[in-house]
């Protein structure tokens, strides 16, 4: 029989003996005995002279490379908790050794059945498995889906109306209310821009990252699980709930037969889809170093346990992050209120911050909503287990406001049809405009002032532009699809880059959490401490420190901000309390 479905686990390539051979220690003749299972059969006695003495010679048994694969099925064809089904393939010969982790293959074999049980003990539950006989790794991208004509002919209607933007946002978590632009920005990410391979052999990703920050309760986990829903491929975890294999992918000893096995993570089985990864700041250390490569290169290196090996995790990340003090600090940096490095967060294209502020009309809005929405599904419930206090007819009126404009499965063949055919080229135009936006930010930067934006946002926007013609499964990357993304790129600027002190835009400010002003200040006051230190052997006095910095123009608060700052990170201490020494680089 042939079963489809994604590598999980794959053992390392060893021979197993076929036909054994013995020698016999009186006569010297070699008895061939044919093996079937994993125990090794011996001869009873000699053929010739019938001595038990028997020896084993490995060199001159007959033996085939073989190796253990652990298939397990799609996981965007499971449903609601259900557990992903696994099977273990036999591959020898030629086959062992042609599958990696992650990929995703058709195998062909015959279905055998052996009794679990450890040496003479054995029990009555059977193992499945199967001989492998052929393999078919599966290049083709949304395969799984099967785009009727009448599908061809809804998407091109879709493509073709005004209001495809609209209609998508609103068909994304349509119960969540509000947070249109990061509906957008998500529409925008299951679309996807273009991976490009240039000639001299670089690969610059088409996918797009995007982090959502903020308050508990602003619905972040309810979106990431809808965006499961509607993907057409994607892996849902969170940076707690993770295996051993976590998020990326690791060496574990095998069950069986003790030998190093290599494991997927949830990005290498998200290849060609999306990763959803909710708590992605509560993730262990070892995974978020490993995050740095699979975001942007998409691929994920194992060196562990004598294995080496690269496997493929061509994905988008959508992630969410808790602040680390419960809720957002309007003046602090992102990176200080989230537990991930600056250099992980300069990977992501896009990073909103959702904020839970009081607004009495907004909040008005939201509340009805909410309560519209419970009500609802009370209806419904009541209608379904009790009686037919509610039609059909009345239910469905109501169920208007909630009810996704574009039908859930309509959208993922939509988003399937639209990443396997279109491939938008940008336009001479778009291109303009892209080159003149970049440049009028670029060209604010006086001698002595913060850098607003840099090259890594360039490409995002255009990616973030392809993506934008895609929707409309169109070719060309139009001048219209550059201001939609330029949009969107400034709102999360504005949220995360721009200084509140000087309300310049500093990028640096948002993915290493110090902005231009502030190191200005920590090189003013270490230069005052290393000028002061000479005259104080055992510190220089706070106070004193405080007065100098206070003629610099800096703030006293401000200064003792620093001062505490530079101490946590070991750059300063202090001998006696008040008191403060540089620490030498030797």
């Not at 059909?392 to 208007?400: G, K, L």
């Not at 399937?416 to 604010?444: N, Q």
């Not at 090259?455 to 409309?472: G, K, M, N, P």
């Not at 949009?487 to 509140?500: F, H, Q, T």
Request: glycine share 6%; with cysteine.
């Amino acid at each position: 029989m042939a079963i489809e479905g994604i590598v999980r686990k794959v053992t390392e390539v060893r021979p197993r003996i076929v036909e054994a051979a013995f020698a016999c220690l009186n006569c010297g003749s070699i008895t061939m005995v044919p093996q079937e299972d994993s125990q090794l059969r011996q001869p009873f006695e000699c053929s010739k002279c019938s001595t038990k003495k028997m020896i084993f010679l490995p060199d001159s048994s007959i033996s085939v490379d073989s190796q253990r694969v652990k298939i397990q099925e799609y996981p965007e064809n499971l449903r609601g908790g259900e557990q992903p089904q696994t099977i273990d393939v036999i591959l020898e010969g030629d086959l062992a050794g042609s599958v990696n982790p992650g990929d995703r293959v058709i195998i062909n074999g015959i279905v055998r059945a052996k009794p679990r049980g450890l040496g003479q003990r054995k029990m009555t539950h059977m193992d499945l498995y199967i001989e492998g006989n052929s393999v078919e790794v599966l290049q083709q991208e949304y395969e799984e889906f099967e785009i009727t004509e009448k599908d061809r002919e809804l998407i091109m209607q879709l493509a073709a109306s005004d209001d495809i933007y609209e209609k998508i946002v609103k068909s994304i978590a349509p119960s969540i209310y509000g947070h249109e632009d990061v509906k957008l920005a998500i529409a925008l990410q299951l679309f996807g821009g273009v991976p490009k391979k240039l000639p001299d052999g670089t690969e610059i990703r088409g996918d797009i990252h995007i982090l959502l920050v903020g308050d508990p309760g602003v619905a972040k986990s309810q979106l990431l699980k809808y965006v499961h829903r509607i993907a057409p491929r994607s892996v849902y975890t969170t940076g707690k709930g993770t295996t051993t294999a976590g998020l990326t992918a690791t060496a574990v000893r095998d069950e069986v037969d003790g030998r190093w096995t290599l494991e997927a993570g949830a990005l290498v089985l998200a290849d060609k889809g999306i990763a959803l990864v909710d708590e992605i700041d509560k993730m262990r250390k070892e995974d978020t170093s490993a995050l740095h490569e699979a975001l942007e290169q998409q691929t994920i290196s194992v060196a562990k346990a004598g294995i080496n090996a690269i496997l493929k995790a061509r994905c988008a990340l959508l992630g969410a992050a808790n602040p680390k003090y419960g809720r957002f600090e309007k003046f602090t940096p992102v990176p200080e209120q989230i537990e991930m490095s600056p250099t992980l967060l300069s990977r992501f294209d896009l990073i909103f911050v959702l904020k839970d502020e009081p607004d009495e009309e907004k909040d008005k809005r939201l509340v009805e909503h909410i309560l519209y929405s419970h009500q609802l599904g009370e209806m419904t419930e009541k209608a379904k287990n009790v009686a037919a206090e509610y039609d059909e007819e009345f239910i469905r009126q109501r169920s208007e406001r909630i009810v996704p404009e574009i039908d859930p499965d309509l959208l993922r063949k939509y988003i399937a049809y639209a990443r396997k055919t279109v491939y938008p080229v940008l336009t001479d135009e778009a291109k303009e405009k892209i080159k003149e936006f970049y440049l009028s930010l670029r060209s604010r930067v006086k001698e002595n002032s913060p850098v607003p934006i840099t090259a890594r946002q360039l490409e995002s926007i255009v990616r973030l532009a392809e993506a934008s013609a895609r929707v409309r499964l169109s070719d060309r990357v139009e001048p219209e699809d550059v201001d939609r993304v330029i949009e969107i790129m400034m709102r999360s600027l504005r949220e995360i880059a721009v200084d509140p002190e000087t309300g310049e835009m500093d990028i640096d400010l948002a993915y290493s959490g110090t902005s231009k002003t502030q190191r200005d200040r920590i090189m003013i006051l270490k230069k005052i401490i290393e000028q002061l230190e000479e005259e104080h052997e055992r510190g220089v006095p706070e106070e004193l420190i405080l007065e100098e910095a206070e003629k610099e123009g800096i703030d006293r608060t401000k200064a003792k901000e620093i001062l505490s700052k530079l101490k946590l990170h070991g750059e300063v201490y202090t001998p006696k309390h008040g008191h403060y020494k540089l620490v030498s680089k030797l």
